[in-house]
């Protein structure tokens, strides 16, 4: 950290900020330039990040170099993980595709759509039982019965799934029965919902606030490692912006930005950032192109009838071209398509996550 002294800034004023660090337990260097002085902060930085060095006199401003997350940064972890979903990998060798429907609805629209996923090439499933609504008078999701429903429409599938969790009061049922927990956007900086996620032992999907930046962002997967949990995934799930012609507007510079900071894998949705089902390939296309670990798409047997998200689902006719679209471009970034890796199955791959 830096401090940069007002251009007036006595030298009482500086004794002041050298104190207080040294009083913190770090060194302090001033530097006296013929304008502004600067002093340069070493030792633990937790301890300087409480200090109000802002509002001490003849402060003017008080700069961070290092970043503020610790367990996330790839500073302390310089290889990019891998996060295992069941025997499912997301990780930087391969693209993984996710697929199923955005919210589980009747049996057969499930088993229908986790078929279809199935068939594209995914090798984990997502459904939502519990929903983030913006309105309260939409479908809310079916919530238990909806998560059993894709439990069993996963194990007959032999593919494990992801499934969001909106409170903290529900995260030990859907962990007991899901894969991978996921963390929506709305709920990214609902910081207890993060400390309970992390400590349910599964591996999380955190997907990216509506108006979050990316250092707001990869703080809220610091909040889930600081329980001990390391298998996070982020998830760039478009922004909101003032474009109305897409849902939201997709962040393709968030992929190599959070993997400059971060070693978590990060995955694209190209689905509820385009809102249209005409997007979604090109989305997918220009999210493995930047370098996307993968790719998580709605899917639905009969759209038109939908309770959630109809118009941003592929359907049936789009099943082959999304298998190919991902196998090309994957090919083309250099990875392998993500298969499931059942060699490294323990017997129960429910229950196997791991970070690499
Ligand atoms: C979802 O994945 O179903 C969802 C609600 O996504 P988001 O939180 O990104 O809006
Ligand atoms: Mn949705």
Redesign the pocket.
């Given at each position: 950290m830096v401090v940069v002294m007002r251009g007036g800034a006595s030298d009482v004023d500086i004794d002041k900020v050298v104190h207080a660090i040294t009083e913190a337990g770090g060194d302090a260097f001033v530097s006296r330039g013929k304008h502004q002085t600067i002093i340069g902060l070493v030792g633990d930085l937790t301890h300087f990040a409480e200090l109000p060095l802002h509002a001490f006199p003849g402060v003017e401003d008080v700069i961070r170099v290092s970043k503020p997350y610790k367990l996330v940064s790839n500073d302390a972890h310089p290889r990019p993980s891998t996060v295992w979903v069941g025997d499912s990998a997301i990780g930087r060798d391969t693209v993984t595709l996710i697929a199923g429907p955005?919210a589980v609805e009747t049996e057969e629209q499930a088993r229908e759509a986790c078929r279809m996923a199935k068939e594209a090439g995914a090798t984990i499933l997502r459904g939502?039982a519990y929903?983030?609504r913006t309105s309260p008078y939409s479908f809310q999701g079916l919530g238990e019965p909806g998560l059993d429903l894709l439990q069993a429409t996963a194990r007959d599938l032999q593919l494990p799934f992801v499934t969001?969790v909106v409170t903290p009061a529900d995260v030990e049922t859907v962990a007991a029965k899901a894969d991978m927990l996921?963390v929506?956007?709305?709920n990214m900086q609902n910081f207890q919902l993060l400390k309970e996620v992390g400590m349910a032992g599964r591996p999380v999907l955190l997907?990216r606030g509506l108006t979050a930046t990316i250092d707001e962002w990869i703080m809220a997967a610091e909040y889930i490692a600081q329980t001990g949990n390391l298998q996070i995934v982020l998830c760039e799930?478009g922004i909101r912006t003032y474009e109305p012609m897409t849902r939201n507007t997709l962040d393709v510079s968030a992929v190599p930005v959070a993997q400059s900071l971060s070693h978590l894998p990060i995955i694209i949705?190209p689905s509820?950032s385009g809102g249209r089902r005409e997007l979604v390939l090109p989305l997918i296309r220009a999210a493995i192109a930047v370098g996307a670990d993968g790719v998580i798409v709605d899917v639905h047997p009969h759209p038109e009838s939908a309770l959630v998200d109809g118009p941003q689902a592929l359907v049936k006719e789009d099943v082959v071209r999304l298998r190919e679209t991902v196998a090309r471009f994957a090919e083309a970034a250099g990875r392998d398509v993500a298969r499931v890796d059942h060699e490294r199955s323990t017997g129960a791959w429910g229950r196997s996550a791991s970070v690499l």
């Amino acid at each position: 950290m830096v401090v940069v002294m007002r251009g007036g800034a006595s030298d009482v004023d500086i004794d002041k900020v050298v104190h207080a660090i040294t009083e913190a337990g770090g060194d302090a260097f001033v530097s006296r330039g013929k304008h502004q002085t600067i002093i340069g902060l070493v030792g633990d930085l937790t301890h300087f990040a409480e200090l109000p060095l802002h509002a001490f006199p003849g402060v003017e401003d008080v700069i961070r170099v290092s970043k503020p997350y610790k367990l996330v940064s790839n500073d302390a972890h310089p290889r990019p993980s891998t996060v295992w979903v069941g025997d499912s990998a997301i990780g930087r060798d391969t693209v993984t595709l996710i697929a199923g429907p955005c919210a589980v609805e009747t049996e057969e629209q499930a088993r229908e759509a986790c078929r279809m996923a199935k068939e594209a090439g995914a090798t984990i499933l997502r459904g939502g039982a519990y929903k983030p609504r913006t309105s309260p008078y939409s479908f809310q999701g079916l919530g238990e019965p909806g998560l059993d429903l894709l439990q069993a429409t996963a194990r007959d599938l032999q593919l494990p799934f992801v499934t969001e969790v909106v409170t903290p009061a529900d995260v030990e049922t859907v962990a007991a029965k899901a894969d991978m927990l996921q963390v929506g956007a709305r709920n990214m900086q609902n910081f207890q919902l993060l400390k309970e996620v992390g400590m349910a032992g599964r591996p999380v999907l955190l997907k990216r606030g509506l108006t979050a930046t990316i250092d707001e962002w990869i703080m809220a997967a610091e909040y889930i490692a600081q329980t001990g949990n390391l298998q996070i995934v982020l998830c760039e799930r478009g922004i909101r912006t003032y474009e109305p012609m897409t849902r939201n507007t997709l962040d393709v510079s968030a992929v190599p930005v959070a993997q400059s900071l971060s070693h978590l894998p990060i995955i694209i949705d190209p689905s509820h950032s385009g809102g249209r089902r005409e997007l979604v390939l090109p989305l997918i296309r220009a999210a493995i192109a930047v370098g996307a670990d993968g790719v998580i798409v709605d899917v639905h047997p009969h759209p038109e009838s939908a309770l959630v998200d109809g118009p941003q689902a592929l359907v049936k006719e789009d099943v082959v071209r999304l298998r190919e679209t991902v196998a090309r471009f994957a090919e083309a970034a250099g990875r392998d398509v993500a298969r499931v890796d059942h060699e490294r199955s323990t017997g129960a791959w429910g229950r196997s996550a791991s970070v690499l």
